[in-house]
DNA sequence: GTAAAACTTGACGTTGACGTCAAAGGCAAA
DNA sequence: TTTGCCTTTGACGTCAACGTCAAGTTTTAC
C-alpha cells in the first residue's frame, strides 16, 4: 500500500509517516519511480509506534528499542533499556493513578460544596 | 520565603516559577524592592501543579482548574471540566499499562530468547 | 489524453515549557 | 563599605513532533 492508504488506516498524516521514516523507526521499499509502498506489517508497527509515543518515549528512544520489540530479540544491554522503560513507566503510571484520585476527592468536595450550597469563588454573587 | 528557595525546596527552576506567576498558576506577594516572597502553602501549590503537568493538563487548563482543586468550590461548568479532565487522566493510565504489559512480554520473549541463545540482529557474529 | 488526485523533497512555521544570557538593582556579612 | 550571592525584567534560544506551503512528478480516473 502507498502512503495515504497507510494514513487513512493508522489515523496518522502522511507528515508523521515520513517524519517516521527521517527519524528510523519505519521503512519503506519504493517504487521505480520513488515512491514508498508498505506491507500490511506497517498497520501494527505504526501503532506499536503510536503506544511507545503514547508511553512518554522519544522518538529517539524508540528507534533504539523496536527492532527488539519486533523481532523478540536483544543484547544485554537494549533489555536492560527496556526494563528501565518499562519501570520508569510502571512508576508514572502509579503517579497519575495518584493524580486521579486526587482529582476524585476534588470533584467529591466540589459536588458537595455544591449541595451544601456553599459559594463559589467564581460565582460569589448567589 | 523567596523564590530560590522555593526552588529549591519544590525542585523547580526559578524560571520555572516565574513562567507558573506569568500563566497564573500561582501568585506571590512583593516587597517593596519587588521581589517575590511565598508563603508555606506554596510549596504543596507547586506539587499540585507538577501533578497535574504531569497528568498532561497545559497550563491553561491548570489555570482555570486550580481555584477549584485548592478551595474545593466550583461551579456546575468547572466541574464537568474536572470530570472531563478525571475521565481523560483514567483512560491514558489504562492506555499506558496496556503499553507497560506489551513491553512486559516483549523482555519475556527476548529473554527467553537470549537464554536459548537465539541471535541478535545487533550482534549477529556470536 | 487530460485533468484530478496522490506522491515526492525541501524548507520554513508552530507550540509549550521552559533554558540562557544580559544588564540592573537588592541584601546580608565582614 | 565592599564583596558576593540573590533577585528583577526582558528578550532571544531550544527542542520535539509535527503543520503547512511550494513546486514539481506520478498515478489514477474518465
Same mark, same amino acid.
Given at each position: 500500500?502507498?502512503?495515504?492508504?497507510?494514513?487513512?488506516?493508522?489515523?496518522?498524516?502522511?507528515?508523521?509517516? #515520513?517524519?517516521?521514516?527521517?527519524?528510523?523507526?519505519?521503512?519503506?521499499?519504493?517504487?521505480?519511480?520513488?515512491?514508498?509502498?508498505?506491507?500490511?506489517?506497517?498497520?501494527?508497527? =505504526?501503532?506499536?509506534? #503510536?503506544?511507545?509515543? %503514547? %508511553?512518554?518515549?522519544?522518538?529517539?528512544?524508540? %528507534?533504539?528499542?523496536?527492532?527488539?520489540? =519486533?523481532?523478540?530479540?536483544?543484547?544485554?544491554?537494549?533489555?536492560?533499556?527496556?526494563?528501565?522503560?518499562?519501570?520508569?513507566?510502571?512508576?508514572?503510571?502509579?503517579?497519575? %493513578?495518584?493524580?486521579?484520585?486526587?482529582?476524585?476527592?476534588?470533584?467529591?468536595?466540589?459536588?458537595?460544596?455544591?449541595?451544601?450550597?456553599?459559594?463559589?469563588? #467564581?460565582?460569589?454573587?448567589?
Amino acid at each position: 500500500m502507498r502512503i495515504g492508504e497507510l494514513a487513512r488506516r493508522t489515523g496518522v498524516t502522511t507528515r508523521a509517516l #515520513r517524519y517516521y521514516e527521517e527519524q528510523n523507526l519505519l521503512t519503506a521499499e519504493r517504487s521505480a519511480s520513488g515512491q514508498r509502498h508498505y506491507a500490511e506489517t506497517a498497520v501494527d508497527r =505504526i501503532h506499536l509506534i #503510536r503506544q511507545l509515543y %503514547a %508511553a512518554g518515549l522519544s522518538s529517539k528512544t524508540i %528507534a533504539e528499542l523496536t527492532p527488539c520489540v =519486533i523481532d523478540g530479540k536483544a543484547t544485554p544491554e537494549l533489555l536492560q533499556r527496556l526494563a528501565t522503560e518499562r519501570d520508569h513507566l510502571d512508576r508514572h503510571i502509579a503517579d497519575l %493513578a495518584q493524580t486521579r484520585d486526587r482529582l476524585d476527592s476534588v470533584i467529591d468536595g466540589a459536588s458537595s460544596n455544591m449541595q451544601t450550597g456553599a459559594p463559589c469563588p #467564581r460565582d460569589a454573587s448567589a
